[in-house]
């Protein structure tokens, strides 16, 4: 069924496309997950304008102590660089982020010493805003999923993570991917991964043979790590990270797990944010024109509309023409043409393709 005949029955096309809005609006919640399915290697990620932090007590000056340091943690996480926080015009709102807290609340610790946390959650319009403002590049929350692999040397030789000695370091991993906005995935360490790649092929780090490894995940970005403890207790050890036909190698001597843990997300995440972040403008531009050829029911429709106004360059996509199985877009947002679809073409759903049209700036054809 083609979309103006199913449309027709709900707007007559295009003449009450408020109606559409108005019913995208009800239903996107519900269709925004199917853009997500497997099988495709950019995630949204949730929770990038927000941030728990330990605060001692719930006075006033703890509150807004707590304010400034999660709305630092959010900044590095919608940049992707911890050296943001030099920029004058965000050290600046640090300084007043408790009158940007949009809301917070406070919760214990399930586990150890039950310290009191409070989560903190900031505007994601004000807080892209004073981005822009910056003029500091934002990374939008489309965002590439890394593989991570990792080879221990320990008493018993060198393995692959596994058992109940691993799960407090795959906690610590998620944690720290988490607070850098990077989404994660681990391999299985099954048969099938032991004979696709050796543990001292692994330990080698040689760049074949992991990217041969990973071909199963169907993930682009891959970062495998080899480390060992000393008897001092310090952590030893090397990153690689590949991605896009290309390798950066990084070696690591930090005192504890979680520094050397660190310094792998932080690699990814300032290698990955210098390719995707785009330096927004304050300006919001006339509109950037999109068409999408092969939508074929009410669900592609909204799912598009519904992922495109979740990033947060664009202001909203407003349908401008319905014919046949393609749509017709006007992309309102803070970025250009160019900018826009270094983003939008990090979702595999949506392949680009020559526009027969040259008022149309960008085209794509919708894979489910």
């Known amino acids: 069924m083609h979309l103006c005949c199913y449309n027709a029955a709900l707007v007559s096309c295009v003449g009450d496309y408020w109606l559409v809005k108005h019913s995208l609006q009800v239903v996107a919640s519900l269709l925004f997950g199917l853009i997500l399915s497997a099988g495709s290697w950019a995630a949204l990620v949730q929770g990038l304008y927000s941030a728990e932090v330990v605060v001692a007590d719930k006075s006033q000056a703890e509150l807004t102590a707590g304010s400034s340091q999660a709305l630092s943690e959010v900044l590095v996480k919608i940049s992707g660089r911890s050296d943001v926080l030099q920029n004058s015009v965000l050290r600046s709102a640090l300084g007043d982020a408790r009158n940007l807290v949009q809301q917070y609340a406070y919760t214990r610790h399930s586990e150890g010493s ?36 990792m080879v221990i040397e320990g008493p018993q030789g060198r393995q692959f993570p596994s058992g109940e000695a691993y ?8 944690d720290e991917f988490g607070r850098r906005g990077v989404p994660v995935q681990f391999p299985l ?38 480390l060992a403890t000393l008897s001092d207790g310090s952590w030893v050890g090397d990153w690689t990270f590949l991605s896009d036909n290309s390798r950066i190698d990084r070696s690591i001597r930090a005192g504890d797990a979680q520094a050397f843990l660190q310094a792998g997300v932080s690699l990814v995440a300032e290698e990955m944010s210098a390719k995707y972040a785009v330096a927004p403008s304050t300006r919001v531009s006339e509109g950037v024109k999109v068409l999408v050829s092969g939508v074929s029911s009410y669900s592609d429709y909204a799912s598009i509309v519904a992922w495109l106004e979740g990033l947060e360059l664009i202001k909203s996509a407003n349908i401008e023409q319905i014919k ?6 006007n992309l309102i947002a803070q970025a250009d043409a160019g900018q826009l679809a270094a983003i939008i073409e990090l979702n595999k759903h949506l392949i680009p393709v020559r526009s027969p049209q040259s008022t149309v700036q960008l085209s794509y054809q919708w894979q489910n």
């Open 114 to 149: 039950g310290e009191l946390l409070a989560r903190f959650e900031f505007d994601r319009t004000v807080i892209s805003d004073l981005v822009a403002q910056a003029g500091v590049p934002l990374w939008t929350a489309n965002r590439p999923t890394v593989l991570l692999w």
């Open 167 to 174: 799960v407090e370091m795959s906690d610590r991993i998620r």
């Open 189 to 226: 360490y099954d048969l099938n991964d032991a004979a696709a790649i050796s543990v001292d092929e692994l330990w080698r780090l040689n760049a074949a043979s992991v990217t041969g490894a990973s071909q199963r995940y169907d993930i682009q970005h891959i970062l495998a790590g080899r």
């Open 324 to 329: 046949g199985d393609t749509i017709q877009l």
